[in-house]
């Protein structure tokens, strides 16, 4: 039922259940508690409150982008992080949106288009637009939803949208300004184009990728008819563009041809032989073909030369040839036209040889397109002195990056960098700025648009091009807190607390936010920067589409519910590592949700719905008590190192072992007894359980928050600041007794030789044991003395001896550990022939799955035709069999050795 909330006249109001369900079903469950969340606005920052601030923008999803396993990945860490801090006391501010992603939006919008069978020229430039913003708003988005699934806790009441009237005035202030700095420029200069976007791009929007291709040797006719010069290339298409021969000045091959004319096959054209340095001696023939209108090394050999090389561009925007290819080539896709081209040199016996050529190709980072360097005019910033303030930071540790491996690369980078192509060829999107005027060339840059041309007074155009998307992402950081505006959003949480982001995106925006929030806010955008690594599948290859391993996250959601989904990512999570994902372990950590659920609802059954403590007095508990207080503050205390450390498994793993082993396997075991009696500590006990119940759910928290707000509602806590978990106080320095752990791992330890001796003997877990325990020590032999009804209980077992003259009965099993020795009679517990001889059959049966394995793994055709995944499957199966040997043939040991025998 719902009742009033514990904070007060505006608290929002919490559920009030005395009773958990027999099972946990996230259905239902995690919808109602974040529309609970969000109807109470605690996610919202307020930065009038006197509350730290603690900071995170979101790296903005694409409008178009759905759900994948590294969003999944990403925005869970990115919520522990924020939950964590919020619930220990910060103003913690999670921005959230989306990046308008200019070429992949357009293209949605232009299939749409193409299906209608019209096209985006067809529309005009403003009805275009206005249909990318209804497409926006009818489908765009769709990731939004899919976050607040995962449970990201952001504050969805600042919201941004790269394209939104407030980042659309960044971006206009932060282009007028670099220009009129001179740190913007024009200028016309080969440029990777797509020639399936029909845009420019930048270089990192370059992929490359390896390609069998052929190395063609062409024989070039010297004019005086002396013979040929030959080269090499992998685009004999191009050549129609040649401008020149070069061959390196040292190389004597061709020193007495350097100066001389070539009559350029296919064309009309006499072009020289030059020498260049940069020309590689031992690539091809040592001679190279120039064609700078169309290859990067050219166009700089081209500039070298005195006087530069002209440039003729034989391939237009749309890959296909131009008129300046020739009449016979012109129209042509550059696919076609190298074979027409190969088909005629071939008729003038000009092709001296073609060999296999293993190369590497440039793509469309969107659309996978071979690019096309292409001559054009575009916008650029001049990023050296940006990049070099933006280094300077790093090195002097205003800005962390972790793992700190990942500097190199950032440093490499930042080091080599290019001046970033920021226009790009498209109409969705930040709309470059600038004014031209067509009667006196004037350039006007601007903030508001110009009334007319203020040297000519004549009439003004603006650039068609937009800028690359980017840009704006560059600005994210303080864009999205209301600059250039003064806000008190900007005063309070810039420079934000951290950004965690994939290893992917350094170059295209870790490293332009940087430079973009140093130079318009004199300060870095972050201090720390966390670098995750990729989620891969089980056996470690990267997710894709071809390969058929591609996981859903939202799938994984809605079979094992959102909090054992995100716990398995965070417990995989370590730095420096991809994260190997399996369905089994979501499944695995499926039921660590039922194991706290089962304990909760023990738990509360048992305390018959008394208050949790606030805090808890060490005077007066069992030992038991003592010890799993003390347990709970040590994991605090870890979990908290941890995530300041971004070390998200090993806080993940902290908490998962405190819950499942020491809570649930030993103490509520240990206090079991006492509850079902009616004695003095009974009460002291469930105080205890209640008040570790409550700090435990906090302390999972931030990783489940679905589950844990659903126990934690059942549990009648007297917290009076918050009628949520999400709003509790996270726990931090809690009382430690380190007496009563030290005493403990004496009981664990001598339990623990019993319940091995039980295990490795294949004794029926009902079945109770006599045994006695030899101690190494007086402390030993008091602690397990004064807690003998403890030992009894957990170890199934009539314990008759402890101390330290206790001898070991004849036929006993024996466990040694550091503190005790414990001992087992066997006498009418076990026939130790018969449980050789099935062991023996054990061993029989796993020898022959052994002999049958390696005979498959030796197998050649297996080995090559089976996929990698059931290679390793079987590789894996094959090594438990050689543990399993390994345990059978110890216990037949440790029985023959029980028995007197060799």
Known sequence: MRGRGRGGADSPSFFVMSELNKSYNPEGVEEKWYEHWIAGNLFVADPASGKTPYSIVIPPPNVTGSLHMGHALNTTLQDILIRWKRMSGFDALWVPGMDHAGIATQNVVERQLVAEKADRHTLGREAFTERVWKWKAEYGGRIIHQLKRLGASC??????????????????????????????????????????????????????????????????????????????????????????????????????MIGKRISLPLTARKIPVIADSAVDTE???????????????????????????????????????????????????????????????????????????????????????????????????????LASAAMDAVRDGRIRIIPKAWENTY???????????????????????????????????????????????????QDEDVLDTWFSSALWPFSTLGWPADTPELRKYYPT?????????????????????????????????????????????????????????????????????????????????????????????????????????????????????????????????????????????????????YRFNDAANSIYQFIWRELCDWYIEMVKPVLYEDSDGKERVKKCLLFVLDNTLRLLHPFMPYVTEEIWQHVAVTDKQSASIVTAHYPALLQRDEGAEAEMDIIMETVTGIRTIRGELNLSPSLELRACVKTQSDKAEDVLKRNLAYLNKLARADISEIGAGVRKPGGAAAAVRDYVEVYVPLEGLLNIELEIDRLRKDEAKVEETIAFLNKKLLNEDFLSRAPQAIIAKEKEKYEECLRKKDRVLENIRKLYEVGGKK
């Open 497 to 645: 607390s951290a950004l965690v982001t994939g290893f992917d995106i350094i170059f295209f925006w870790v490293a332009r936010m940087i430079m973009m929030g140093l130079k318009f806010r004199g300060d870095v955008p972050f201090r720390d920067v966390y670098i995750h690594a990729l989620v891969r599948d089980a056996s470690g290859q990267k997710m894709s589409k071809s390969k058929g391993n591609v996981i859903d996250p939202l799938i994984m959601m809605e079979k094992y519910g959102t909090d054992a989904f995100r716990f398995t990512l965070a417990a995989f999570a370590a730095q420096g590592r991809d994260v190997k994902f399996a369905e089994e372990r979501v499944e695995g950590y499926r039921h660590f949700v039922n194991k706290l659920w089962n304990a909760s609802r023990f738990i509360l059954l048992n305390t018959g719905g008394e208050k949790a403590p606030d805090n808890m007095s060490f005077e007066s508990l069992d030992i038991g008590s003592r010890w799993i207080l003390s347990r709970l503050a040590a994991t605090a205390v870890d979990v908290n190192a941890a995530l300041g450390d």
């Open 411 to 461: 440093f490499s980078w930042m080091e080599n960098i290019n001046d970033w192509c920021i226009s790009r060829q498209i109409w969705w999107g930040h709309r470059i700025p600038a004014w031209y005027c067509d009667n006196c060339e004037e350039v006007i840059v601007s903030r508001k648009t110009p009334s007319g041309c203020t040297k000519c007074g004549g009439q003004l155009r």
């Open 155 to 256: 504050d969805w009441t600042r919201e941004r949208f790269t394209l939104d009237a407030g980042l659309s005035e960044a971006v206009v202030e932060v282009f007028v300004s670099l220009y009129q700095q001179g740190l913007i420029y024009r200028d016309k200069r080969l440029i990777n184009w797509c020639p399936r976007c029909l845009t420019a791009l930048s270089d990192i929007e370059v992929e490359h990728e390896e390609y069998d291709g052929r190395l063609t040797f062409i024989k070039y006719p010297l004019e005086d008819g002396s013979g040929y010069i030959t080269v090499a290339t992998t685009r004999p298409e191009t050549m129609l563009g040649d401008m020149a021969v070069a061959v390196n000045p040292e190389d004597s091959r061709y020193a007495h």
């Open 283 to 385: 690539f091809g023939t040592g001679a190279v073909k120039v064609t700078p209108a169309h290859d990067f090394n050219d166009e700089a050999i081209a500039k070298r030369q005195n006087p530069q090389l002209d440039f003729i561009t034989v391939i237009g925007p749309d890959g296909r040839m131009t008129a300046e290819a020739g009449p016979k080539y012109a129209g042509l896709d550059r696919y076609e036209a190298r074979k027409a081209v190969l088909d005629d040199l071939k008729a003038m016996e000009l092709i001296a040889k073609q060999d296999k050529y293993l190369h590497s190709i440039s793509q469309c980072y969107r659309c996978k397109t071979v690019i096309e360097p292409l001559s054009t005019l575009q916008w650029y910033v001049k990023v050296g002195p």
